[in-house]
Structures are given as C-alpha cells and as structure tokens.
C-alpha cells in the first residue's frame, strides 16, 4: 500500500558524460522490489550546463516525485589531464613550484580558475539540490531527499554540513537503503545518517555493504523511466558500465575503494552479467567498462573471470570490446588468452610504483615480478592495444633509487607491449579520508585531525595534493618541464626527463625487496 504513494526521481547530478551506472542499477533494484513505484531517471550529465537548474525544475513540475534520489559521482578532480577547471595538476604544480615568476603567477592563475569552478560545481551542485527539493514540496510537501553516489561515500562527513535538514547522506551502495526508505522503514541500521536529526556514526564508512545478489539489470524497463537513454546509445566510442563485481580485498594505503565497497568481494553471477551485456548489446552497444574496483581483485577470484569471459564467447558477442582496472598480478595464460578473444583493449594497471620495496610499503600486495611474466602471457595471447600504467611518485619513502627502479620496470614493461602502447599516466595522490595514508599524515603531523579534506584552500591543497617534501620540489621541477617539453605526452616525457637526470638501474634491482628493510611507518601506522 505504502509502496503505491511513492514517486522516485533519480537525478544524477552535473558529471563529465559517463553512463550513469548508479542510477540505472539502484531504479532497477528498485522495480525489482516495487514493481508498482513510479520512477523517473533524470540524467544533468546529458544537459548543458546553463540549462540545469531549467531542466532540473521541468523534470520536477512534470513527475512530481515524494523522493528525490541525488547521484553525485565525482569532486575532487586532481589529474594529469585537462579536467574541467583546465589542467589542475599543472595549475598546482606550477603555482607551488615554479621558479620563473610569470610561470609562477600564470599557475597562481590556473589556480584560482580551478578554485572557483571548483567551488562554483560544489556549490552549484549543493544548490541543484536546495533547489530541486524545495521544488517538489510545492507539489508533495513530503517530498524527501536522499544524496549517495562516489562523492558523498568519500566526504559523507563534509557535505552534510551544507544539505537541508532532513536530506538522508548515503555512504556506498544505496540499494538497502532506498528499499528501507520506500517502505518507510527506520533507516539506524543503514550506512547513512540524516542532516540535522542523526550525526554519522564513527567508522560507519568502514561498516559492511548489505549482501545483495545483483540479477541482469532490465533495460527495457530502464528505457520506459530514461527518456534520455538514447543520448548514450549514439555515441559509438561510449564505453558503457557493467558491473560484474563488487568490494576489493587490498590495503592500499591510499585508497578508499576498498572501505567504500567493502574488503568482501561479492561476484554478481556471470549469467545475469550477460544476460546484462547482451540487452546493451542488442541496442547496439559495442564497448563495455567493467566497474569493477578491481575486475580480479585476488588470484582466488581468477575462476569467476574465465567463467564470464566464456560465457561472453558462448553466447556469441565476438566484436565487442571493453575496459577495466586490472591487477595484473592475478592473471593466467587462459585468461590471457581469454581477455583478447573477448576483445579487451583497454586496461589499467595501478602498480604506482615499479620498485618492489615500496609497493610493499604501500600495502599494495603486489609482486612485481609476477605482473611482468603476466603482461608477458597477454602478450603472447597476442594483447595488442594500449595499457595504461598508474604511477604515483613520492607516496611514501621514495628515494633516487626507487624512480630509478620504476624506470627500469616501466622500460621492461615497454619492452613487452611496444613504447607506443605503455602509457605513464602519472598522478599524484588526492589524499582521501579514511585512508591508511590519511593516518600516516596524522602520525607525521603533516596534517591535523579536523581538517577539511574538500579544502582547495592552497595551504590545504598542497598537503592533500600528496607531494611531501624533500623530494615534492624536485618532481615538481620535473613535471613543469615534462609540460613545457611535450604536455600532450606529459607521461612519457616526465619518465624521459626522470631518466636522463637519475638514470635506469637493473631491472633485478626494481624486483627484490630485501626484507630486512622494514616497513616503519605505515606498518606503525597499520
Ligand atoms: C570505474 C570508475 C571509473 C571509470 C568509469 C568508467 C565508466 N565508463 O563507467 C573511469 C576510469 C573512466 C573513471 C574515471 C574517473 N573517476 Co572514477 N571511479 C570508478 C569506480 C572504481 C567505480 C564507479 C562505478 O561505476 N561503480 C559501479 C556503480 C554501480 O556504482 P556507483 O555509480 O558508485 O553507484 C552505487 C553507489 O555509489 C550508490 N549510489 C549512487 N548514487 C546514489 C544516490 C543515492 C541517493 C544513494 C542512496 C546511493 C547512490 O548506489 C549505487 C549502486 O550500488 C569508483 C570507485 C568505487 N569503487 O566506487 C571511482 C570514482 C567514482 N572515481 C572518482 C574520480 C575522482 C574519477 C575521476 C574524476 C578521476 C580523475 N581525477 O580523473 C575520473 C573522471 C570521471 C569523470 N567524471 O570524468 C572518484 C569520485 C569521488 C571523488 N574523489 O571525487 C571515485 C569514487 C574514486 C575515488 N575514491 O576517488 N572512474
Ligand atoms: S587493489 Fe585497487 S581498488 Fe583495491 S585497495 Fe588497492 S588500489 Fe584500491
């Protein structure tokens, strides 16, 4: 009965155009419960933005929802490439390190523009929200909203501060909740808290995800609640989200998928993930990106991918092709090979570091020297497209000789994939909440407990911009020149730069870890 009064609009809020997977999985869930509940997906990602506070109140007078499902997927944007606000690693970098004045003052620049479209999204974003409420109280004075998605599962704490009293703050998957939430249920047991009535609890970002099995989402359901579906359907190039698991079992002490997902990995099974592919794939959708934290989190999860890639052969799908994150330490020959008949020609591998001391130091649970005879079984499995290799410098005790080590790794893995197809996509880390190296900048006092971690403020941002000195200088003099050189190749170039200053060592050396080397910090910190 209950059911039948609820109306739920899901609005995903301004984002870069990336298939708004949340959303469509959580009104799919939704239905599966409450077949009868009206729903509406209202997507900001496909509308320009100065239409967004029109639309967004056209999509309100016309559905009139009781219940309005905020998506909000990213906020904090630091990154090697040009992001909304411009280019924000360089803007920073040539802002805190650069020593010719004008380079320095165009950074300040760079800065400031990336300041305010930063705070103009927050804000204009916590606004959408006011405003969309407000809204729907003209109609439904019961009207109620709930905010999730990735950015509030990382700064849950901050963003209620700014929301109207009532406004229900998720952390991770919202699915339990909005189930609890249609049925008018009390929510004390769910990951979330409300503005204004309850305060998070602590750790509550550290509490289990509810243990949900995922079916193949229904498309055709989706397409009757999403008139705007079709906006991603058009673009051929799209690479649109499926899920095929969930929760990554590492450590890595500055990630936080880990805490928002879960360490408990949980498979959705692999027919419901094609039986998923194949509705896509019938509309005429040929590239797929698995959303996976990690598409083989451990090598005990290495059955589950054989099973869904065959099941992708046996059912047919032979010119698709689709991306993921990959732990390429965690690979076989058949899955290898089984990648490539599938038609994987994208991944990403997140090492950060090739020196085998410091992904030990990072918590990373990497061996090295199995992801290079790994690479080498794609390889030979005949991979040959791009594999783009994460990198962050300076994390944690890096020295001379670990950038010479990643140097040596990074030539070897060139050597296996050809130069043109290793891609350095060198980031620096955002430091998040909740971390491992969140802890470690406590203990070292480099920041104070109470800090605002969604600060851009330059005297926080240059802590949470992890670059420590004294090394944070000298890779901020690398980076200018690495732009200055060739910024459309921005990796490579600071790897050449890198190179010709320190030198490559032997590979052997970027492999071994001599264990009486101990892992101070992070292991006081752990
Ligand atoms: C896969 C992924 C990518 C892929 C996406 C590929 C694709 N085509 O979809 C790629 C590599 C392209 C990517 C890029 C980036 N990403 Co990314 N990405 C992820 C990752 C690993 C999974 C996201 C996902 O799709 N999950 C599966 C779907 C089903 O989950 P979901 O959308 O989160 O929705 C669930 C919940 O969030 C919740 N939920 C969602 N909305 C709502 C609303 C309500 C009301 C409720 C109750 C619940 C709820 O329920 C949903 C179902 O369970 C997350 C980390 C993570 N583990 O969550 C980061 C993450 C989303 N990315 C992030 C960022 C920052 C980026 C970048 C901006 C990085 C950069 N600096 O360049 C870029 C660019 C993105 C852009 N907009 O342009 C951040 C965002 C938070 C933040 N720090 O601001 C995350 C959380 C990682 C992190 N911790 O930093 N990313
Ligand atoms: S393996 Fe990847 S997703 Fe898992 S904790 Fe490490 S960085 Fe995070």
Known sequence: MESRENRVLYVRLPCNPIFPIGV??????????????????????????????????????????????????????????????GNPLQNAFEFYYAKNLLIKFRGALGGLRLAASYYTELWRNLGLIKRGLKRARKYRPEARAVVGGGAVSVFYEQLGRS??????????EGEALLEKLIKGEDLAEERCYVVGETVPRARLIHEKPANIEKTACNYNYIETIWPEFSYYLQDMDFYVGVQTKRGCPHNCCYCI???????????????????????????GIRNFWFTDAQFIPARKFIDD???????????????????????????????????????????????????????????????????????RDLKAAGYNDVVSVNYSFNVIDETFETIRQTIAYHRELERIFGADKVEPA???????????????????????PGY?????????????????????????????????????????????????????SDLEEALSAPVEIKDKQLAAVN
Not at 268 to 276: K, Y
Not at 307 to 319: P, S, W
């Open 257 to 283: 998928y880990t805490v928002i997902e879960g360490k408990q990995v949980r498979i959705n099974p692999a027919d419901e993930v094609v039986a998923e592919i194949r509705q896509l794939y019938d509309r």
């Open 452 to 504: 605002d971690p969604m600060s851009l403020m330059p005297w926080t941002a240059r802590k949470l911009l992890w670059n420590p000195e004294p090394l944070g200088s000298f890779f901020g003099q690398i980076c200018l020149e690495a732009w200055q050189r060739n910024s459309n190749d921005f990796g490579r170039e600071v790897m050449a730069i890198l190179e010709e200053k320190l030198g490559c």
């Open 163 to 172: 929301l109207p009293a009532g406004t229900v703050v998720s952390v991770g």
């Open 305 to 375: 991918a054989v099973e869904l890639l065959q099941k992708i052969i046996a059912a047919g799908m032979d010119d698709i092709h689709w991306a993921a994150y990959i732990r390429a330490d965690n690979l076989t020959p058949e899955l290898c090979d089984l990648m490539v008949k599938t038609g994987m020609n994208y991944f990403e591998i997140g090492i950060t570091s090739g020196s085998q001391e410091l992904v030990r130091k990072m918590r990373m649970g990497y061996n090295l020297r199995v992801v290079l005879e790994n690479c």
């Open 24 to 85: 469509v999985y959580l009104s799919d869930h939704v239905h599966k419960l409450f077949p009868d509940v009206e729903q509406r997906i209202f997507d900001l990602g496909a509308v320009p933005p100065l239409d967004f506070a029109k639309a967004l109140d056209a999509s309100i007078d016309e559905f009139k929802p009781t219940l309005l499902v905020f998506s909000w997927r990213d906020i904090q944007i630091y990154a090697p490439v040009g992001g909304r606000g």
């Open 426 to 448: 060198i980031f620096f880390i955002g430091l998040q909440p909740h971390t491992i190296l969140e802890e470690y900048a406590f203990k070292k006092d480099i920041l104070q």
